[in-house]
């Protein structure tokens, strides 16, 4: 059974930078075919995508996020990182990890989600 | 930047077909994917490569593809099947996500 699950602050102050966590199971970082994808929703608006990491080491980034973006993985600790410095309280989120199928980008999708993680942004 | 475009809502009667469109420019000549959202709840993968059901997703999820719209279809709607649906696609090294639509089981 393949499963994620986020870890990391519940609430971070503006400026700050937030580091959220990805365990996986049931699948290995170092598969060809699969990677990781970190997603955001804000409270009652559409999904977002982020950054996603592969085996390989590819990674990218939304581009209106990029510059405060960073991904990283542990495939020994089956874990992958992500950095968003300088948050704002418009980054308030439910943030979630979910496994990336697909070698090509144009044919990949999202399955399954991790139960996701609300960051709060505020002084 | 590219943009998917959904209904905001979708009313259906139990039993009946509901279809849910997706709206990009070229769309046809992507892959669409469709997520099921409940209230509170992660978003599942229902529809991926523009038809294919995952394991464990009911028949009555159909998808199609063509022109400038990805069309979610359900028949024989259950209410079970009350939620949120967004489609997605990639354009230019990003994922795009649809603007979402809520399905109403009357």
């Known amino acids: 059974q393949v499963t994620l699950k986020e870890s990391g602050p519940v609430l971070v102050k503006p400026t700050e930078t937030l580091t959220l966590t990805c365990t996986v199971s049931?699948?290995?970082?170092?598969?060809?075919?699969?990677?990781v994808s970190w997603i955001r929703q804000p409270p009652g608006k559409a999904l977002e995508w982020l950054a996603h990491?592969?085996?390989?080491?590819?990674?990218s980034y939304s581009t209106s996020l990029k510059s405060r973006l960073t991904i990283s993985k542990d495939t020994s600790k089956s874990q992958v990182v992500l950095t968003m410095t300088n948050m704002d309280p418009v980054d308030t989120a439910t943030y979630y990890c979910?496994?990336?199928?697909?070698?090509?980008?144009?044919?990949?999708?999202?399955?399954?989600w991790g139960q996701g993680t609300l960051v709060t942004v505020s002084s | 930047s590219y943009e998917l475009t959904q209904p905001p809502s979708v009313s259906v009667s139990p039993g009946q077909t509901a279809s849910i469109t997706c709206s990009g420019d070229?769309?046809?000549?992507?892959?669409a994917c469709w997520y099921q959202q409940k209230p509170g709840q992660s978003p599942v993968l229902v529809i991926y490569?523009?038809?294919k059901r995952p394991s464990g997703i009911p028949e009555r999820f159909s998808g199609s593809n063509s022109g400038n719209t990805a069309t979610l279809t359900i028949s024989g709607t259950q209410a079970m099947d009350e939620a949120d649906y967004y489609c997605?696609?990639?354009?230019?090294?990003?994922?795009?996500f649809g603007t979402g639509t809520k399905v109403t089981v009357l």
């Open positions: 490569q523009d038809n």
């Open positions: 997605q696609a990639w354009d230019s090294n990003t994922y795009v």
């Open positions: 049931g699948f290995s970082l170092s598969n060809a075919r699969m990677g």
């Open positions: 990491i592969f085996s390989n080491d590819e990674k």
């Open positions: 979910a496994r990336t199928v697909g070698i090509l980008w144009l044919e990949r999708w999202f399955d399954p």
């Open positions: 070229k769309l046809g000549n992507k892959y």
